[in-house]
């Protein structure tokens, strides 16, 4: 069983910044792929951004140039450096892993953002 333990949600202003955090209760190297997914009130779950073990980084476009998706090995932990946020990223943060075609998730965290 791998858990995920997400941390660094919090209420910001527009243009401000956070850093969420997730770490993983296994070696992260056996995870496929790390990712960050969002859900705000009324929507779906979005895709937000993704790095593999090779360190491929993938993101969604309304997040670009904005978000950054990194990770520590040795801490077998993501991070999700958000900067200039906007009102509209106001959501749920959710940690994923992929590991041999299972999908692991975090319980969440809460960003809003203020305008």
């Known amino acids: 069983q791998v858990q995920l333990v997400e941390s660094g949600g919090d209420l910001v202003q527009a243009g401000g910044s956070l850093r969420l955090s997730c770490t993983v209760s296994r070696n992260i190297l056996s995870m496929n792929a790390m990712a960050w997914y969002r859900q705000a009130p009324g929507k779906q779950r979005e895709l937000v951004a993704t790095?593999?073990?090779?360190?491929?980084?993938n993101y969604v476009d309304s997040v670009k140039g904005r978000f950054t998706i990194s990770r520590n090995n040795a801490r077998n932990t993501v991070y999700l450096q958000m900067n200039s946020l906007k009102p509209e990223d106001t959501a749920v943060y959710y940690c994923?892993?992929?590991?041999?075609?299972?999908?692991?998730w975090g319980q969440g965290t809460q960003v809003t953002v203020s305008s």
């Open positions: 994923n892993g992929k590991r041999l075609n299972l999908d692991y």
């Open positions: 790095i593999t073990n090779s360190g491929y980084t």
